[in-house]
């Protein structure tokens, strides 16, 4: 997200769209119809859909007081009582939206509503609220507190999209994206012994938000499953709001590629020790 009333530039944003076009599309939760550009925009218009900023910015506010720090931070880091406080409140907002939400076997917050074509593939919208120790008010709140406003807004409007919405909040994602991993069949048994920041192992923590870590191979989800994943976010590079930009559109991200290695041997001297010497 950049700065208010900046330049347009069709370059950076999908089909030239301004912020009105891309509120829109995000308020209607994807609805998954294949439509081009053009129509899309003349259907969001004739539903008059408007996300309700004084409420989103509120409840951003609220979800800051779980875990905030002196410094003007957050400490809700994953599987801690702020981040289990946090979660309870969310799953209150969406049932005032008429979502049904539960904890799956890896501690995410699984929220669904049917559609009015429930043989079709669901449409989600989510991400993470577990920050760093330290960490800032904004990166997985925006996507958290934006997709719960998706779901405020159709309800408010008493909208039924045509596949089935989710609303996921991911767990663990500062510490291994456990929850993300998860749903793709992704997480190794050895991360379950894992520490992570708030003194728990990831298994013990799993277990607090209410989760089984021993059935998470069964969340895997099947290909086609899901039709689209919808995730706002801030903005970490600076470009959009050097550029005076309101909103961009992901196209890419880096890989990032870890190795675990096990050295085994015995402590000596690199240069001096002959090799008949080394284990």
């Known amino acids: 997200m950049g700065r208010k009333g900046g330049r347009r530039s069709q370059g ?6 301004d912020r009105r076009h891309f509120n829109g599309l995000a308020a209607t939760g994807l609805m998954g119809l294949n439509l081009r550009p053009q129509a899309w925009f003349d259907l969001l218009s004739d539903q008059n ?9 509120q409840r951003m ?14 400490d809700r880091v994953a599987f801690s009582d702020a981040n289990i406080e946090a979660l309870d409140w969310m799953a ?7 979502f049904s939400p539960s904890i799956d076997f890896a501690g995410n917050l699984i929220a ?10 669901s449409i989600m ?9 330290g960490g800032g008010n904004y990166d997985g709140q925006v996507g958290s507190m934006g997709a719960l406003e998706v779901a405020a807004t159709l309800a408010d409007a008493a909208y039924t999209t045509r596949h089935p919405l989710e609303i996921s909040i991911f767990s663990n994602e500062e510490g291994g994206k456990t929850g993300s991993r998860a749903l793709a069949g992704e997480v190794e048994t050895f991360e379950l012994d894992i520490v992570t920041a708030s003194g728990f192992t990831i298994a013990d923590g799993i277990q607090r938000l209410g989760g ?3 059935r998470l191979e069964e969340l895997r989800r099947r290909d086609g499953s899901v039709e689209a994943f919808l995730e706002l976010h801030i903005e970490q590079g600076a470009v959009l709001d050097a550029d005076e930009i309101d909103i961009g559109v992901v196209e890419g991200i880096v890989g990032i590629m870890r190795w675990t290695v096990i050295v085994d041997g015995s402590t000596n001297h690199a ?3 002959p090799m008949d010497r080394r284990p």
């Not at 506010?61 to 957050?74: D, V």
């Not at 209150?92 to 008429?98: A, N, T």
């Open 212 to 214: 089984n870590p021993d």
């Open 61 to 74: 506010r609220r979800l800051e007081s779980f875990g905030a720090n002196a410094a003007g931070g957050i």
């Open 112 to 121: 669904r509503k049917p559609g009015s074509s429930p043989e079709l593939p």
């Open 49 to 57: 859909l408007e996300v309700d900023g004084p409420r989103l910015n």
């Open 271 to 273: 240069g001096t020790t």
């Open 125 to 133: 919208l989510g991400s993470h609220i577990d920050s760093v120790p």
């Open 92 to 98: 209150g907002l969406l049932v005032e939206s008429g």
């Open 12 to 17: 950076a944003l999908l089909f030239g769209m």
